[in-house]
């Protein structure tokens, strides 16, 4: 009985630090949203890196909190291995950029991009050990959709160029939506009415911010839960012709809305800035400049969490553009791809380790799924590795956290043996 209320105990625990730290998360980006990022040392950026700190504080307490209690959720122990040196390796990643240099610290601890966050981050793996975990993360992301809805009207009006950049970034308010159409069938009526028009707000945003990645990422979770959508309510066609029928709806006002957004030049201009960006070569040079500055051993085991590289297309574009070296610096502590961020942080062997538990966990979750929530964790999953390609580093942002807790849920036995009708229960 002791050990029964133990375990009551820690996922209560575990909610909790799961809230606020998706909570934290979701204000700093409203927060940049609002002010940007200011350069040197800023009352605004003190108070982002105190909520990006505190909130790695969260997850990392509710992770640990779940290892003590359960280890082994995981069916084989090869990949339990894995996982652990997965955990590891992350956590070694960040300590390696340790030093007695202030500036280091705060870049380290206090920024979700370049920071130590993003490869510390696995841990929130053991998050998953308790499947009801997803109640509560399914509560969080209606109350960030709702928030969403009410706070990027007056984002808009304060700021609208940080706000469209915010919209479609990692810290996106929106991230919630893929989870949400991935588990339409599942939710309510207010819900699923709230989700269709933050997709479209925040398809709204990416297209105007020109992100060719965001977008495709966007449309593929619309084409995915309308799939799933349909399977699910194949026996009530009568369902399946009202959504097609409110998609349409949705479709033809945004259609007679497109010739007025049109008449904005903002609009306008961010059209013809995406125009022009569908097939350029954005890539090329900046990985180029990668694959010379990085070799040999670094590969392998990479330049730790603060780890950098000299760009000589950024400093051509210094001394002839004049672009500012704060922002766009020549030399580069990141690199757009995914999977090359990876290399130059953590290395071959950080990207070797998570393959193997996402690729693993993409099977099980579409090719043999048992419950819903198997497939849409599955699907996320896919989603961030493809999209990872060409963009979204790892970052320690909302995405990225929720990407770690599906590879978890995928490889879970103990959720494999639940049916959509006992799944039902928990987006209720």
Excluded at 153 to 160: G, Q, R
């Amino acid at each position: 009985m002791l050990y029964r209320n133990k375990i009551i105990n820690a996922d209560a625990t575990t909610a909790l630090c799961l809230t606020c730290g998706f909570h934290l998360l979701i204000l700093y980006g409203c927060i940049m949203s609002i002010f940007d990022n200011p350069h040197g040392v800023s009352f605004v950026k003190i108070c982002a890196g105190g909520l990006i700190l505190c909130s790695g504080i969260m997850f990392s307490y509710a992770s640990i909190k779940q290892i003590v209690i359960r280890r082994h959720f995981i069916y084989h122990s090869a990949l339990r291995l894995v996982v652990t040196l997965t955990v590891f390796w992350g956590i070694l990643t960040c300590l390696r950029s340790i030093s007695s240099d202030m500036q280091d610290l705060r870049t380290l601890f206090a920024n979700p991009f370049v920071g130590g966050w993003p490869w510390v981050i696995p841990i929130v793996f053991f998050c998953a050990s308790n499947h009801t975990v997803w109640k509560y993360l399914n509560r969080i992301f209606i109350q960030h959709l709702y928030f969403g809805l009410a706070i990027v009207p007056i984002l808009l009006i304060i700021n609208p160029e940080l706000t469209i950049k915010y919209i479609r970034s990692d810290f996106s308010i929106f991230y919630c939506c893929g989870f949400l159409l991935l588990t339409f069938s599942f939710q309510s009526k207010k819900v699923k009415i709230m989700t269709v028009i933050a997709t479209l707000v925040w398809l709204l945003g990416t297209v105007l911010h020109g992100q060719r990645v965001y977008i495709l990422r966007i449309i593929y979770y619309i084409v995915a839960s309308s799939f799933i959508f349909v399977f699910m309510q194949r026996k009530t066609f009568g369902k399946t012709v009202k959504l097609v029928s409110l998609f349409v709806v949705v479709a033809s006002l945004f259609s007679f809305f497109l010739p007025v957004l049109m008449k904005s030049e903002l609009v306008r201009e961010k059209v013809d800035y995406l125009e022009n960006r569908i097939f350029a070569d954005t890539r090329s040079d900046v990985i180029n400049d990668y694959f010379d500055a990085v070799k040999g051993f670094d590969r392998i085991v990479g330049l730790g969490a603060l780890g950098r590289f000299w760009s000589p297309y950024f400093y051509k574009r210094f001394l002839v553009e004049g672009y500012d070296t704060d922002v766009d610096s020549p030399m580069r502590s990141t690199i757009e791809s995914g999977y090359l961020h990876i290399i130059l942080k953590s290395g071959y062997v950080m990207l070797v380790l998570v393959l193997l538990l996402a690729i693993r966990a993409a099977i099980m979750g579409v090719c043999y799924p048992k419950n819903i929530l198997l497939l849409t964790c599955g699907l996320i999953i896919i989603c961030r590795l493809v999209a990872m390609i060409p963009s979204l580093a790892p970052s320690f942002s909302p995405g990225y956290v929720v990407f770690w807790i599906s590879i978890a849920t995928c490889l879970n036995k103990n959720i494999k043996n639940i049916s959509n009708e006992e799944m039902s229960s928990f987006f209720k």
